[in-house]
Nanobody
């Protein structure tokens, strides 16, 4: 079982920055891809960014060039640095791991960007 806990969400003005953190309960990064997804009520959850076991990263089209995913293996933590935030980035952001063939999700953290 993997437990993921997100932090770092909040309210920020358009153009500002936030950094989200996701702490994992186990040393899973050597066997897991990690990702950030987001969801707005009434919409499907969408991929924001992911980092593979080998460190390769992938981003959703709407955040390319603004968001950066990274990980600290010693701290079992994945980060999402979000710059140049827009009101349309407002959502609940979820951390996800794909570990041993299973998806594990955190409970999410709210990000609100005011115009």
């Amino acid at each position: 079982q993997v437990q993921l806990v997100e932090s770092g969400g909040g309210l920020v003005q358009a153009g500002g920055s936030l950094r989200l953190s996701c702490s994992a309960s186990n040393r899973i990064f050597s066997v897991s891809s990690m990702g950030w997804h987001r969801q707005v009520p009434g919409n499907q959850r969408e991929l924001v960014a992911m980092i593979a076991v080998n460190g390769e990263t992938r981003y959703g089209d709407s955040v390319k060039g603004r968001f950066t995913i990274s990980r600290d293996i010693r701290r079992n933590t994945v980060y999402l640095q979000m710059n140049a935030l827009k009101p349309e980035d407002t959502a609940v952001y979820y951390c996800k791991s794909y570990t041993h063939g299973r998806d594990f999700w955190g409970e999410g953290t709210q990000v609100t960007v005011s115009s």
